[in-house]
Nanobody
Framework: QVQLVESGGGSVQAGGSLRLSCTTT????????MAWFRQGPAKEREGVAS???????TYVDAVKGRFTISKGNAENTLYLQMNSLKTEDTAMYYC??????????????????WGQGTQVTVSS
């Protein structure tokens, strides 16, 4: 069973930065599509960014140019660098993955494995 554990959340003022990490028990030689999701207060969970096994990335329009998804050298760690944070970025952030080398979608129901989440709060 794949396990994902997020860390790095916290409280920050608007305009600040945070870096989220997700440590997994996935074997690095097995291709996975990995992604970050978020769920704000009274909102549905939404995809933020995804990364294919070959490193190709996709971002939702709301975070393009501000967030960067990447993998660690060992490829069992996923990161989300968040810059120029806005109050509307406040949410619980989740790491997710699914077997397969590509990420054809960021639909919530496409992903098989989920972490417990880490809270990000951005104040004005």
């Amino acid at each position: 069973q794949v396990q994902l554990v997020e860390s790095g959340g916290g409280s920050v003022q608007a305009g600040g930065s945070l870096r989220l990490s997700c440590t997994t028990t996935q074997y690095s030689y097995i291709p996975y599509c990995m992604a970050w999701f978020r769920q704000g207060p009274a909102k549905e969970r939404e995809g933020v960014a995804s990364i294919d096994s070959d490193g190709s990335t996709t971002y939702v329009d709301a975070v393009k140019g501000r967030f960067t998804i990447s993998k660690g050298n060992a490829e069992n760690t996923l990161y989300l660098q968040m810059n120029s944070l806005k109050t509307e970025d406040t949410a619980m952030y989740y790491c997710a993955s699914v077997l397969g080398g590509t990420c054809p979608t960021m639909r919530v129901d496409y992903f098989a494995y989920w972490g417990q989440g880490t809270q990000v709060t951005v104040s004005s």
